[in-house]
């Protein structure tokens, strides 16, 4: 079973950055799309950004220039760097790996942007 590790969540006042990071598990991370996601309490899970294997990136619209995604095949762990933290920012932040029609998720790590 792929078991993916979130780390680096926590309180930060508005303005400030986070760097988030997700160890995966396995020998095939190369291979994976990887994502992360979010959910503010009451809303949906939403796609943050992803990042293919050959490193191509997606972002949410409203999170652009932002937020950026990247990762490191060597250390098997991908990463998002957040800065400009808004107080809406706030959610559980998950991490994602995909490949086919296989999804694996993170147990989440939570952000809390507030003074």
């Known amino acids: 079973q792929v078991q993916l590790v979130e780390s680096g969540g926590g309180l930060v006042q508005p303005g400030g950055s986070l760097r988030l990071s997700c160890a995966v598990s396995g020998s095939m991370f190369s291979m994976y799309i990887m994502g992360w996601y979010r959910q503010a309490p009451g809303k949906q899970r939403e796609l943050v950004a992803d990042i293919t294997s050959r490193g191509n990136t997606n972002y949410a619209d409203s999170l652009k220039g932002r937020f950026t995604i990247s990762r490191d095949n060597a250390k098997n762990t991908v990463y998002l760097q957040m800065n400009s933290l808004k107080p809406e920012d706030t959610a559980v932040y998950y991490c994602?790996?995909?490949?086919?029609?296989?999804?694996?998720w993170g147990q989440g790590t939570q952000v809390t942007v507030s003074s």
């Open positions: 994602n790996a995909r490949i086919t029609t296989l999804w694996y």
